[in-house]
T-cell receptor
Framework: EDQVTQSPEALRLQEGESSSLNCSYTVSGLRGLFWYRQDPGKGPEFLFTLYSAGEEKEKERLKATLTKKESFLHITAPKPEDSATYLCAVQLPNSGYALNFGKGTSLLVTP | DTGVSQNPRHKITKRGQNVTFRCDPISEHNRLYWYRQTLGQGPEFLTYFQNEAQLEKSRLLSDRFSAERPKGSFSTLEIQRTEQGDSAMYLC???????????????FGEGSRLTVL
């Protein structure tokens, strides 16, 4: 079965300290790699979709990249408001657009 | 507010009771999904509907779980004879069949948190 593994489980950064989150995946055929952000007590919020190796997308301080085996979410000069759990997911086969999520990386950015 | 709406936001029940959660998707979305999320885990896919048809239900956790979308608009998720292990956040999401601007993007509600005592 398709698997999604995220690392690290938790990450603490100082404001302005750039870093990357990792998502490795094992799928029979990639139909899309998704990144979501989830704040405590809220539902996940869509960030990016990547479809093919080499693809990159950016939004403010976030940039997502994709290879054939993994995706990275790069956070440049993070701010405290970037603190959240970041979820990676792949589409499940034969389930509409249903997603198979990893466990997430909990990011805390301190002032 | 035109986002996905879920009710109730919080439900506390005693073991053995039945509970029902409601989800109102974004109005033009014809696909609706239910997920369960426990502490420290990512959301776990349970079932989905396209209009009123339930096209995938093999991932429902047991026969105590059932979902309906009778008129292709709102949906309900029912858990019968609740157990303490059912305590979790139940999330609903919706999407367009065509995918919209970001193919496959799911729009999530804020969830219904269930506590079984």
């Amino acid at each position: 079965e398709d698997q999604v593994t995220q690392s690290p489980e938790a990450l603490r950064l100082q404001e302005g300290e750039s870093s990357s989150l990792n998502c490795s995946y094992t799928v029979s055929g990639l139909r899309g790699l998704f990144w979501y952000r989830q704040d405590p007590g809220k539902g996940p919020e869509f960030l990016f979709t990547l479809y093919s190796a080499g693809e990159e997308k950016e939004k403010e301080r976030l940039k997502a990249t994709l290879t054939k085996k993994e995706s990275f979410l790069h956070i440049t000069a993070p701010k405290p408001e970037d603190s959240a759990t970041y979820l990676c997911a792949v589409q499940l086969p034969n389930s509409g657009y249903a997603l198979n999520f990893g466990k997430g990386t909990s990011l805390l950015v301190t002032p | 507010d035109t986002g996905v709406s879920q009710n109730p936001r919080h439900k506390i029940t005693k073991r053995g009771q039945n509970v029902t959660f409601r989800c109102d998707p974004i109005s033009e979305h014809n696909r609706l999904y239910w997920y369960r999320q426990t502490l420290g885990q990512g959301p776990e896919f349970l079932t989905y509907f396209q209009n009123e048809a339930q096209l995938e239900k093999s991932r429902l956790l047991s026969d105590r779980f059932s979902a309906e979308r009778p008129k292709g608009s709102f949906s309900t998720l029912e858990i019968q004879r609740t157990e303490q292990g059912d305590s979790a956040m139940y999330l609903c999401a919706s999407s367009l069949r065509s995918g919209g601007a970001n193919t496959g993007e799911l729009f999530f509600g804020e969830g219904s948190r269930l506590t079984v005592l």
